[in-house]
């Protein structure tokens, strides 16, 4: 069975399984390990500030807004409240 075939097959790209396939024959991929994960302590807060909550803002937008990414598109109309409209916007900043 040819690679490019057994990629078809399992909906993977020939050129991914390839890759994989050298990168096995040089010893660059790893059988998972058979240990369990360790966990890490974790210790909460209990005085954290809670987070705005969006949903208690009376102010509302009519609103029409539409951001394209590479993979794909958000778009928000109709009623947007300020607070995320806001907040939309400060993350797409980052």
Do not use: Y
């Not at 394209?68 to 409209?85: A, C, P, Q």
Request: with cysteine; aromatic share 6%.
């Amino acid at each position: 069975m040819s690679i490019s075939k057994l990629a078809l097959e399992n909906g993977i790209n020939a050129n991914l399984l390839f890759k994989w396939r050298q990168q096995w024959r040089e010893g660059k991929l790893l059988l998972p390990s058979s240990e369990s994960p360790q966990l890490l302590p974790v210790t909460l807060d209990a005085a954290a500030e809670q987070p705005e909550s969006l949903a208690e803002d009376p102010e509302t937008l009519s609103i029409s807004c539409e951001v394209t990414f590479r993979h794909g598109t958000l778009r928000f109309n109709g009623n947007v409240s300020e607070k995320l409209l806001t907040l939309l916007i400060q993350e797409l900043k980052r």
